[in-house]
């Protein structure tokens, strides 16, 4: 029997978990862009949120390895006992933090343990403090899994870091978790030890609230940096701690799909039943491929490393000479977030007035032909982002083009 619905109820309804997301603004810029160059402009896309060099020889040789061994089938519901002892090894080796098998979970990309976790721990309306400029997907990933994520601004001022003052009143009854990110997409500002004590303060006195920390970018940083996570600093917060990483960024592996993470034990088993119902476990190869990574060589990094800094410093120096913008120097990622209230009120040569950091990239993108990421897609305005994970000469041609562009608006 057919049922008695009318022809407004057959339509497409999403679910309210996802009334609060819209499509990424990067990708409708990237989308954009593609659109033009189809069209024949030469668009110089400066967008990129992945390194520009390959997945290291060894690595690959790993998986092909694998899959000759016939490692093609399910795995541990959670990740390999192998890629679990080699994230027990990076930890210990790297961060001098000891976490065991049973503390530690792989996903397919830090972006599924994310969504584990608060897809695991958040009720509808449980509060999440995100310092802005923020990586997009974090707040998304919150807003699906029913939680609040509770923005705050941190302005280039303040390095783009949360102070001890502002989580101290952003905190609520309702907080489950501070999610901070360090080096950050999309700022590029890193948290010292001497930035994290005071927050770590703070958290001492507010037992109810769990710190994530986003360590994606940890092998990207510059100047002698010394990147730190914090259970390294307050061992005493591991038991309400959840330590994010992966091999994306630091191995150049973003299509592998691997992510893990630390974190104590029942919230690590809770996670497994979400990833259970969600794929199952991560790719047998590419975990196979990621013990590689984290087991093998790791002298390239440095050589890569050198190679972004000396793109930061250009893209930097190159932005900061350009009248009404300022670009603070990054500790690390592959990012500059310039800001660009210098730009706010003028005129461009068509007789449009820029009012936001969107017309300013609307109209570095029409006119230069070069596609940057408002501030705004990051939560923080007026800024925008420029990924030089390029190539130098696209870097190069890039800038003469943003600064015509910008010299040409009265
Ligand atoms: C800050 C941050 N965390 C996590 C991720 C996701 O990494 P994965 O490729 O492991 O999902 C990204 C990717 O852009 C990122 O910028």
Known sequence: MASNISAADAIFRPASRIASVGVSKILAIGARASAMKKEGHPVIV?????????????????????????????????????????VKGKFARENGIDYALDEITIATGAKQILFNAFMATLDQGDEVIIPTPYWTSHSDIVEICGGVSKLIPCSADAGFRLTAAQLETAITPKTRWVLLNSPSNPSGAAYSRDDYLPLIEVLERHPHVWLMVDDMYEHIVYDDFAFVTPVAIAPHLKDRTLTVNGVSKAYAMTGWRIGYAGGPKELIKAMAVIQSQATSCPSSVSQAASVAALNGPQDFLKERQQSFKERRDFVVEALNSIPGIECRTPEGAFYTFAGCAGMLGKTTPAGRRIETDVDFTDYLLETAHVAVVPGSAFGLSPYFRISYATSKQDLAEAMERIKKACSQLS
Do not use: M, N, V
């Open 46 to 86: 400066l967008g990129a949120g992945e390194p520009d060099f390959d997945t290291p020889d060894h690595i690959k040789a790993a998986a092909k390895e694998a899959i000759d061994r016939g490692d093609t089938k399910y795995t541990a519901l959670d990740g390999t006992p192998e890629l679990k002892q080699a």
